[in-house]
């Protein structure tokens, strides 16, 4: 099913649809722009940090940076936007969730921003269709229990605001529920990755039995692109994206058996240690996800397997550091 967004679609470049990005330079936010960049398209990647235009691109593409807390950054990012992608999350400790439940500029971001940005489009004039408004969050969601994460709590916030935005009419609301991404950039895959590199053990709260979602950031950015396509029929909802489940166990020794292979060592041990005290009722359960509506409305489905991910990962991780020396 193609839409207006589709790569399909012919339109000369005064007329193609605007889709901005927000959050454009962080590890899923460049995927997201360099899945859209072969669009017909014009593309507004909004980054506080530096970012380059993917190379070979279809789309017009420019680039704007701002810090999106800062009074009229908002306005000026979406202004005109047929659709907006917001990736713009509060995290710190190489892309940690859980600075949410002690930094107070967490709940401006994680929350603050989206209500911003709802404003913004519900504002917007011309009097045609309102805007699709696509919000990555966390399939931490799903876990309604009173122990879940500070992070999962604002993030179920913002969708109850981009949901009732979406019934108001002020915008077409799709939140998207992703799993753990698998990126080289930040996350737990690149930071085991390089311990193991470096000869120390991989170290796991509980016995290695819970079991996560996985994903790959490329198959990630490719379900916001789909998500655009399917806007209509996705509207107003609040969508598991779902991935690959593995027991951690599993995947700490994958990442050891891999980096192995660059090191010529023996692989590392993976060893069950006594939780911190800011561990969370969440990291000693499995989360058990439902994400038929999405793949049924869409046809997504996670094309990178769980193994080639990893070896990416690794495989990166082991060429920055050669690189730094």
């Known amino acids: 099913m193609a839409g207006p967004l589709s790569s399909d679609a012919e339109w000369d470049a005064s007329h193609r649809p605007l889709v901005v990005v927000l959050g454009a330079s962080?590890?899923?936010?460049?995927?997201?722009?360099?899945?859209?960049s072969r669009r017909r398209i014009r593309l507004r990647a909004v980054a506080r940090g530096p970012f380059a235009v993917p190379a070979g691109g279809r789309a017009a593409t420019e680039v704007v940076r701002a810090d999106l807390t800062e009074e009229g950054a908002v306005a000026d990012a979406v202004r005109g936007a047929d659709a907006v992608i917001h990736l713009v999350a509060h995290m710190t400790?190489?892309?940690?969730?859980?600075?949410?439940?002690?930094?107070?500029r967490a709940e401006r971001v994680n929350v603050g921003l989206v209500r911003d940005v709802i404003a913004q489009c519900a504002v917007a004039p011309g009097g045609g269709p309102p805007p699709t408004l696509l919000l990555a969050s966390t399939n931490q969601v799903a876990d309604g229990g009173p122990q879940r994460s500070a992070y999962a709590r604002q993030?179920?916030?913002?969708?109850?605001?981009?949901?009732?935005?979406?019934?108001?009419?002020?915008?077409?609301?799709?939140?998207?529920?992703?799993?753990?991404?698998?990126?080289?950039?930040a996350g737990v895959a690149p930071a085991m990755a390089g311990r193991a590199l470096s000869g120390e053990a991989l170290t796991m709260w509980?016995?290695?039995?819970?079991?996560r979602e996985f994903l790959d950031v490329s198959?990630?950015?490719?379900?916001?692109?789909?998500?655009?396509?399917?806007a209509a029929a996705l509207d107003?909802?609040?969508?598991?994206?779902?991935?690959?489940?593995?027991?951690?166990?599993?995947?700490?020794?994958?990442?050891?058996?891999?980096?192995?292979?660059?090191?010529?060592?023996?692989?590392?041990?993976?060893?069950?240690?006594?939780?911190?005290?800011?561990a969370e009722t969440g990291d000693f359960r499995d989360l058990d996800i439902d994400s038929s509506v999405f793949r049924d409305v869409t046809g997504w489905?996670?094309?990178?397997?769980?193994?080639?991910?990893?070896?990416?990962?690794?495989?990166?991780v082991t060429r920055r550091r050669a690189a730094a020396g």
């Open 219 to 230: 198959d990630a950015a490719r379900a916001f692109a789909v998500a655009l396509d399917h």
């Open 236 to 278: 107003g909802r609040a969508c598991a994206v779902g991935g690959h489940v593995v027991a951690l166990g599993d995947l700490f020794r994958a990442i050891a058996d891999r980096a192995a292979l660059h090191t010529g060592r023996p692989p590392v041990p993976v060893l069950s240690v006594e939780p911190p005290d800011y």
């Open 155 to 185: 993030k179920a916030a913002a969708e109850r605001h981009l949901l009732d935005a979406t019934a108001r009419g002020a915008v077409r609301g799709v939140a998207l529920r992703l799993p753990t991404t698998v990126g080289s950039e």
């Open 206 to 211: 509980h016995d290695g039995t819970v079991r």
């Open 26 to 36: 962080g590890y899923i936010g460049s995927a997201v722009v360099r899945e859209l």
């Open 301 to 316: 489905r996670p094309e990178v397997p769980l193994h080639r991910a990893v070896d990416d990962v690794v495989s990166a």
């Open 93 to 104: 400790g190489r892309g940690s969730w859980r600075s949410a439940s002690s930094d107070p």
